[in-house]
Nanobody
């Protein structure tokens, strides 16, 4: 059974940092492009960051460029999202996504709340 398990969310003050992790029980993890999405209440799910299967390239949503960094460790089957200079508008449920050809898997999400 494929599982993507996110962790690392929580409550943080504006300007603070968090690191999210997503551990994937995926055979052939290193073949999958991995992404982080987020969804705030009343809003559509949006792409936060994505990283290629070998970790050689990454892209970011405009609202997080320069503040968030995506990385992966294929040996650990884990993808990370380092978030810095957090803002209240970063508050959302963050989801991990894995894609390879027609295969597309999602985690259950982890809540990030940025508030003083």
């Amino acid at each position: 059974q494929v599982q993507l398990v996110e962790s690392g969310g929580g409550l943080v003050q504006p300007g603070g940092s968090l690191r999210l992790s997503c551990v994937a029980s995926l055979f052939g993890f290193s073949r999958y492009a991995m992404s982080w999405y987020r969804q705030a209440p009343g809003k559509e799910r949006e792409l936060v960051a994505a990283i290629s299967s070998d970790g050689g390239s990454a892209n970011y949503g405009d609202s997080v460029k320069g503040r968030f960094t995506i990385s992966r460790d294929n040996a650990k089957r884990t993808v990370y999202l380092q978030m810095r200079s957090l803002k209240p508008e970063d508050t959302a449920v963050y989801y991990c996504n894995a894609k390879f050809n027609s295969l597309d898997f999602w985690g259950q999400g982890t809540q990030v709340t940025v508030s003083s």
